[in-house]
């Protein structure tokens, strides 16, 4: 069994959109007190305050604060369990020595989305409507079958829409057909992937196309004064701009990740440190490419499909022969073509996805790569 999500936009009517907003600002000013309280208990008396002790307060906060009284208990609930996986990601980033981050307060319009933890307790499927504890029955486009038992739902907003999110539990026991094919992909900036077969995806650039429309757009933002109507009105709408850039880039990757899983049983991609590359001055065009999200996307249909996606080690990968292994020390970034004097001569990307294949292994049944790459069985490939 496996987990799967499904997203589903909600059309709220006037009054409902008012609840909803007065539940994610009950959530945000929740959120609040519960990060004072854990900052205050450890600064003036050091001690810690978890998560379970403050799980059971909610009853308490909800009979004593007005503002969290219409709110289903599981909700406030979640909101403590956010609190704590920030704690978490705060903690576990200290440790492996990256930048602390330690949880922030919530300002307004900060805080965008809340959750309920089970089915038929605080939320339902009522018909053609979602039914949420004190909205009421909303208006949801099912554009697609819902799969599986529901387990959880989160509440969102977005650019000004709101969205549900069905988190559920579905059967993954039947797999895609073995194809016997396995693939080394190398990710960069002039082409989005390079396969060791020699296939080249262009990178579309959706942020880079769109820059002109959103310049324009955020201008019109910052000669709106503060807190009128026509500066929500002109930051909705580069919301929205913004919300299509990143749908574009999404349904793009989406797609391909499909494709190359369907294609492969094995897929070998670089293991690549993405946060510590988006600081030098390609870091707008890495975030365009979306190099993470592909990866995750494809790790999450190889799972659902019965593939293996291995993360190899990305050093010199670019300056290394496939053929004999020779190391190009002098090549540098401008150089697109190597040359080596086994007679191997290759486009630099096609040959670091064949690398990266050798060093993923190669299948057992022999899978040799395009270029005569040195065949490496590994166990665990």
């Not at 509440?155 to 539990?169: E, M, P, T």
């Not at 057992?364 to 040195?374: E, M, T």
Request: glycine share 8%.
């Amino acid at each position: 069994m496996a987990r799967k999500a499904f997203l589903y936009r909600l059309y709220p009517s006037c009054t409902q959109a008012r609840l909803l907003d007065a539940t994610l600002e009950t959530c945000r000013l929740f959120y609040n007190d519960c990060l004072a309280e854990r900052k205050t208990a450890y600064g003036e008396r050091g001690e810690q305050v978890g998560k379970f002790e403050q799980l059971r307060q909610v009853k308490g906060r909800k009979a004593t604060n007005p503002y969290a009284k219409n709110v289903h208990s599981h909700v406030l609930q979640t909101v403590v369990q956010d609190l704590d996986k920030a704690f978490d990601a705060f903690f576990r980033r200290v440790k492996a020595g990256e930048k602390a981050g330690y949880p922030r307060f919530k300002g307004r319009n900060r805080w965008h989305s809340f959750g309920f933890k089970e089915l038929g307790n605080g939320f339902k499927v009522d018909g053609r409507r979602l039914k949420l504890s004190g909205i009421g029955r909303i208006a949801i486009r099912w554009h697609r079958p819902i799969e599986g038992a529901i387990k959880t739902l989160r509440i969102s907003k977005k650019a000004g829409k709101w969205y549900a999110a069905f988190s559920c539990v579905v059967d993954d026991s039947t797999h895609a057909r073995a194809t016997g094919e396995a693939i080394g992909i190398d990710v960069g900036l002039a082409s989005l992937i390079t396969t060791s077969n020699g296939e080249k995806v262009d990178h579309p650039r959706f942020y880079r196309t769109a820059q002109r429309k959103l310049r324009v757009a955020q201008r019109r933002v910052a000669r709106r004064a503060k807190g009128g109507k026509n500066r929500r009105k002109a930051i909705a709408i580069l919301q929205s701009q913004h919300e299509h850039i990143s749908n574009q880039r999404k349904d793009f990757l989406n797609k391909l990740a499909n494709d190359l899983t369907n294609r492969y049983d094995r897929i070998a991609l670089e293991d690549l440190t993405i946060t510590r590359m988006v600081h030098g001055n390609l870091a707008k065009s890495i975030l365009d490419a979306g190099w993470g999200y592909l990866v995750q996307r494809l790790t999450h249909k190889a799972e659902s499909a019965g593939r293996v996606v291995v993360l190899v080690d990305p050093r010199s990968t670019s300056k290394t022969c496939s053929q004999c292994g020779h190391s190009f020390e002098s090549l540098s970034l401008s150089d697109r073509w190597i040359d080596c004097a086994c007679g191997l001569s290759l486009d630099r990307d096609h040959n670091a996805a064949i690398n990266i294949l050798n060093r993923g292994g190669q299948l057992r049944w022999g899978i040799s790569s395009p270029v005569g790459g040195l065949p490496q069985e590994a166990a665990g490939f």
